[in-house]
């Protein structure tokens, strides 16, 4: 237990806990406490953060039209290198950024769509940088894929949150009509994979703004169209936002 220090204990029966300087390097358990004693004597220490969903829309609007401009040829085929620096250093780190937010904000579905979205990005970046804008078999079994977790995540998020459900759903159509163009598909596909992509990008562009505003004022707003839960957690009492955190990732002993 080399550059850790002993604290007296603060809990009566309890053998000792040693701190180093990278967190808890020992715990021993209270040696003759009962479950109920001990729980009485536990806190679970819950910080504040700024809502990330609205930094997650904007960078997913930005990546979307840029892409769908790309598709239609408004970009040309010689800059796909620099929309490919573009992706991989302005919209997939901000989607990181409100990914990892997301999670330490104790919200799940936000925070898996924002890491799938970001990694997305990344694959989508490094292929355009390496191989260059040709079609990739292996892009559009990755784009399949991501339309499947879309369909997952939209099937879970609509009730609550049915703004955000409409991003993922012209998201899910997006990415369908992206990975038909990947597999190769001609004809009409670009385009339409183009205008969805700038469905996502409006949608997208509104969901931000509707959640950045109710963000600032603290309260519900009519336009963000809360429900259920995710109504109730805006609105919800305090005891409300606590009352199933002991069963919570991070407090429950297993994933």
Known sequence: MHGCRRLTPLLPDAKQILWGADGVCQFDVLSSM????????????????????????????????????????????????????????????????????????????????????????????VVLLEFGAAPSPTIGVLLINLAVCLAIILFITYRGKPLLAVVIAFALLRTGAAAAVELGAKGPFPAIAAGLGFCVCLSAFYAGLALLVEDVKGKIMPFTLRSADAENAMAGSFEDQMSHVVNEAGVRHQL
């Open 34 to 125: 009962d479950s109920r004693e001990a729980a009485s004597h536990v806190r679970i220490v819950v910080k504040p953060y700024a809502s990330a969903l609205p930094l997650g829309c904007f960078s997913f609007a930005i990546g979307n039209a840029l892409y769908s401009a790309f598709l239609l040829h408004w970009l040309p085929a010689s800059e796909h290198k620099l929309l490919a620096v573009t992706l991989l250093s302005f919209v997939a780190p901000l989607e990181s950024i409100a990914c990892w937010m997301a999670f330490l904000s104790r919200d799940t579905g936000a925070a898996t769509a924002m890491g799938i979205f970001a990694a997305s990005w990344v694959a989508q970046g």
